[in-house]
């Protein structure tokens, strides 16, 4: 079965300062990896994905996020914080033996960024 | 163009109750799944219909079922309500099912069993 983990509850980061959010994940096969974000009373908001091709991908708002095939990670990054960025986010998989909706999250990790 | 939309956002029930909650998904999208998110918790599987028929089942009791209609909107149902059932409830569609698609999520339905 699939899981992911992202190991931190909360993230502070001082507005304008890099800020990195980590997802580790475990999956059978090749991972298909996505972010979301959640504002406060709202649905998930797609962030970005890898399915395959460069590292490196690049998403909404600025964000990018980084895959680590030999370390399963698929941190979310940000060169510079906005205030505005500060949501919860989640980390999820798609086995690639499934070709349905099914998403396995992590349990979210909550940005702060301060002024 | 709309996103997805559920209904109701709120409602109250108590315990033993049936409740039904109902998605629309984004036009011409043929996907649509169905993921409880208790809170402090990340979202969890629940259901996924594509062209009508069920193709996934989350680890959920009998008590929840779903449907899809042939204009692609989806029902959720959830019978004989436990306290634990309060959760945010999102339903999310796709335009396909395939490995590479994104889910697009509603607002949800915030479900208070009481």
């Known amino acids: 079965a699939q899981s992911v983990a992202q190991p931190e509850d909360q993230v502070n980061v001082a507005e304008g300062n890099p800020l990195t959010v980590k997802c580790t994940y475990s999956?059978?096969?090749?991972?298909?990896l996505f972010w979301y974000v959640q504002y406060p009373n709202r649905g998930l908001q797609f962030l970005l994905k890898?399915?395959?091709?460069?590292?490196l991908v690049k998403g909404s708002y600025g964000f990018e996020a980084e895959f680590n095939k030999s370390q399963t990670s698929f941190h979310l990054k940000k060169p510079s914080a906005l205030v505005s960025d500060s949501a919860l986010y989640f980390c999820?998989?798609?086995?690639?033996?499934?070709?349905?909706?099914?998403?396995?999250f992590g349990g979210g990790t909550r940005l702060m960024v301060k002024p | 163009d709309a996103g997805v939309t559920q209904s109701p956002t709120h409602l109250i029930k108590t315990r033993g109750q049936h409740v039904t909650l109902r998605c629309s998904p984004i036009s011409g999208h043929k996907s649509v799944s169905w993921y409880q998110q208790v809170l402090g918790q990340g979202p969890q599987f629940i259901f996924q219909y594509y062209e009508k028929e069920e193709r996934g089942r989350g680890n959920f009791p009998d008590r929840f079922s779903a449907r899809q209609f042939p204009n692609y909107s989806s029902e959720l149902n959830v019978n004989a309500l436990l306290l634990g059932d309060s959760a945010l409830y999102l339903c999310a569609s796709s335009p396909r099912q395939g490995l590479n698609t994104e889910a697009f999520f509603g607002q949800g339905t915030r479900l208070t069993v009481v």
């Open positions: 890898y399915i395959t091709g460069d590292n």
């Open positions: 999820a998989v798609r086995p690639f033996n499934n070709a349905g909706n099914m998403l396995t």
């Open positions: 999956v059978s096969g090749n991972p298909y």
